[in-house]
């Protein structure tokens, strides 16, 4: 602790150099972080999803629809407790820059189907009496402004035409992965206005248990192999990891994208390192024939590459914690749950100590072993 | 006993192909509470007696005893210990730290010490004091003159009470003031505080102030003078 002084004092001789290096590791390890939270945060929400619960979608792609009728007979699988069912509809709001998912849903099954949507009683009961009613997820309140009992218009993409819906409910997911910003609105009101009654885009079962899973999800397949629309029975988690998939080896190259950056403020750290050790010759032989030894200013200058890259790693890691916190960010809705999680922050750490010692060795074993006599001669 | 023992102290160098003797077979007393002054043309070696003295460099052969320790035998860290503890080093460019204030330049020696951080105040205090820069502990080096500045440094060599002083030219990069000034306060130090002090100068005027001279001469003892008191 007596040689903070000194520490602090060698930190503040080119203030400006060593802020821009505190600032381009800072700079770095919140690039990392915020990258692998998208890794982290795509696998979470590939991850999510009850094990009580399968999706039937259509054996030729998530794009083609299944019939309604099959509701009644899903029903009847040994099993299935209850059935529900969504489709997509891909509407968009204003200028459309600003994306959002929306649902027609079976509005009383869908509910009761997730618990997870967290919505006022009476809400709900306003909802499932209004047919061309809608809920929307909280977040969407502050992105648009709207406010309950408002009527919004989204233009169709899928079903054209403009589509008014009055806002009579918010929810809230319990659980951070689910999105906080879609709209749902009654599959009632769609089957109507498009003229195309009897037909779902995916079905969601509840089971009586997560082990049965795979024998009821081969049941239906069975069931509707020969049909005009053959099925595919999967489990939620099976169902939303699919999605994840859909980006493609994106871990790889994120993290790719991240150690690169890494990597590269390592050189700018260990040259700002050096740069400032090799300044420092004369004094290290004058500290040493004060009577430091070795051993202390090897310790040193490992202090003062560990203050700067442990304050860039506090200032980086600390920021993009707090900044994506702050701001609720989920990535218009494509990332929910968006938060750099404690493993990120300890590889952020970790990553930190390995930059401390990777631009602090060298020039801390140059200081313990320069010879003093040369130095000295250089000095004088 | 005297405080410095050199016996049959051999040195030579290696540079490049040429092999060169600085001592073949040095051997010198210093009494405690002595004032030294070595002199002697370039090459002579008074700075390398110096290095061996403060642990910094090492005989090829022969002992060098300083205040009851072999220096040449000790281990790096032993040797970083004990010169902490008994060597005060003056430089002829003063060598503080431009980062440092002077009062924090003088503290680095006690920074090794076990002193607490009120104790180390005082001392430092103190020995700003004996060099009459009490009122310019805050100022860094940049902001003193080159008299202030090694008069810091001969601060920073007295401030932990070490047993040798060693001066290398302190008066070589200063004006006539500044010299004398310097002058008095080395002369004070060994007459009032009894340190013993050597010092390496190729300037007369600092001769004058020892009270031993000795003349080197390509590595050999060629005369032994007495300077006026």
Redesign the interface.
């Known amino acids: 602790m ?2 903070l ?2 520490v602090r ?2 930190l ?2 080119h203030l400006r150099r060593t802020v821009l290096t505190i600032a381009s590791v800072a700079l770095a390890l919140f690039l990392f972080a915020s990258l692998r939270t998208v890794v982290t945060t795509i696998a979470l929400t590939g991850q999510f999803g009850s094990a009580r619960r399968l999706v039937v979608t259509n054996a030729t792609g998530i794009v083609f629809p299944l019939p309604l009728a099959y509701a009644n007979r899903l029903s009847a699988v040994p099993g299935v407790q209850a059935v529900s069912w969504a489709n997509w509809f891909g509407g968009r709001y204003g200028d459309g820059k600003r994306f959002f998912a929306n649902f027609a849903v079976d509005a009383e099954s869908y509910l009761k189907m997730y618990p997870e949507l967290v919505l006022p009683p009476e809400q709900r009961e306003a909802w499932l009496k209004d047919k061309s009613s809608a809920i929307i997820g909280v977040r969407l309140l502050d992105v648009f402004g709207w406010q309950l009992g408002q009527n919004v218009t989204l233009q169709g993409t899928i079903f054209p035409g403009d589509w008014t819906f009055t806002i009579r409910g918010v929810y809230r997911p319990s659980d951070a992965v689910l999105n906080d910003d879609m709209l749902l609105f009654h599959h009632a009101l769609l089957d109507e206005r498009t003229n195309r009654a009897g037909i779902a885009g995916w079905y969601v079962l509840e089971i009586d248990h997560p082990d049965n899973g795979p024998r009821i999800a081969k049941t239906i397949d069975d069931q509707f192999r020969n049909s005009s629309s053959p099925t595919k029975t999967g489990t939620e988690q099976a169902f939303n990891a699919s999605f994840a998939t859909m980006w493609g080896n994106v871990g790889l190259l994120m993290n790719t994208i991240g150690l690169a950056v890494v990597f590269a403020i390592l050189l700018v750290t260990a040259n700002a390192m050096m740069m400032s050790a090799r300044e420092r010759t ?2 290290v032989a ?11 200013l090897f310790g040193l200058v490992m202090l003062e590459a560990g203050a700067i890259t442990l304050t860039g790693a506090a200032l980086g890691l600390g920021g993009a914690k707090l900044l994506y916190r702050a701001t609720n960010f989920n990535a218009a809705g494509f990332l929910p749950g968006f938060d750099v999680t404690a493993e990120t922050l300890l590889a952020g750490i970790g990553i930190a100590l390995a930059l401390m010692l990777a631009s602090g060795v060298v020039p801390a074993l140059r200081a313990a072993r320069l010879p ?2 040369q130095a ?1 001669r250089r ?2 | 006993m005297a405080l410095v023992e050199i016996r049959d102290v051999y040195k030579s160098f290696q540079r490049e192909a040429q092999h060169i003797d600085v001592f073949t077979g040095l051997t010198l007393d210093m009494a405690e509470r002595s004032f030294t002054a070595l002199m002697g043309p370039s090459g002579s070696g008074k ?1 390398t007696l110096l ?1 061996l003295l ?1 642990g ?2 090492k005989p090829t052969r022969g002992t060098v005893r300083v205040a009851r320790a072999e220096v040449s035998t000790l281990a ?2 032993q040797l ?2 004990w ?3 008994h ?1 005060g ?1 003056v ?3 003063f ?1 503080l ?4 204030t002077a009062a ?1 330049n003088v ?3 006690l ?2 010490t076990s002193l607490s ?1 009120k104790d180390r105040a005082e001392r430092v205090k103190v020995a700003l004091g004996v060099v009459g820069l009490e009122d310019r502990m805050d100022h860094y080096p940049r902001q003193l003159s080159g008299g202030q500045e090694q008069r810091v440094a001969i601060a ?1 060599a007295i401030v932990a009470d070490p047993t040798l002083i060693l001066l ?2 302190p008066t070589g990069q200063l004006d006539a003031k500044s010299s004398q000034e310097v002058l008095v306060l080395l002369r004070r130090l060994n007459e009032e505080f009894n340190k013993t002090i050597v010092v390496v100068t190729h300037d007369a005027h600092v001769a004058e102030q020892a009270r031993t001279v000795l003349h080197l001469e390509k590595g050999e003892l060629i005369e032994k003078a007495r300077a006026a008191s």
């Open positions: 007596r040689h002084t000194l004092a060698n503040g001789r004369a004094e004058v500290l040493k024939t004060i009577g430091f030894s070795d051993r202390t003093v006599i000295l000095v004088e | 700075s290095n403060a910094l460099d790096p860290g970083a210990e010169r902490a503890r060597i080093f430089f002829q460019s060598n730290l431009p980062v440092l924090q503290e680095l020696p920074l090794l951080r920073r290398d030219e």
